[in-house]
Nanobody, 119 residues
Framework: QVQLVESGGGLVQPGGSLRLSCAASGFTFKGDWMIWVRQAPGKGLEWVSHIDTSGGSTHYADSIKDRSIISRDNANIVYLQMYSLKPEDTAVYYC?????????????WGQGTQVTVSS
């Protein structure tokens, strides 16, 4: 069974940091570009960052630029290190391949990891 498993979210105070992780189960995404997106309460999916297969090329949304680092390692894991978190970063964060994974003919998304930034 193929799965994407996001983890590392939690409740953090404004100005705090978190490192999100995305691991693959049942397949490998070593040959894929990877993306992080987020969904804030009541809003649609927002692209956050993506990384190429080697990790040498990364891109960030303006909303988190200079406050985040996306990376990947040989263990089939992608990370999103986030710093100086703000309340507006509160969202469920998801990772995926580029293009989006499809399982049994449907777009597949993992369960995501909740990030809540609040004092």
């Amino acid at each position: 069974q193929v799965q994407l498993v996001e983890s590392g979210g939690g409740l953090v105070q404004p100005g705090g940091s978190l490192r999100l992780s995305c691991a693959a189960s049942g397949f490998t995404f070593k040959g894929d570009w990877m993306i992080w997106v987020r969904q804030a309460p009541g809003k649609g999916l927002e692209w956050v960052s993506h990384i190429d297969t080697s990790g040498g090329s990364t891109h960030y949304a303006d909303s988190i630029k200079d406050r985040s680092i996306i990376s990947r390692d040989n263990a089939n894991i992608v990370y999103l290190q986030m710093y100086s978190l703000k309340p507006e970063d509160t969202a469920v964060y998801y990772c995926n391949t580029v293009p989006t994974m499809r399982v049994n003919g449907y777009d597949y998304w993992g369960q995501g990891t909740q990030v809540t930034v609040s004092s």
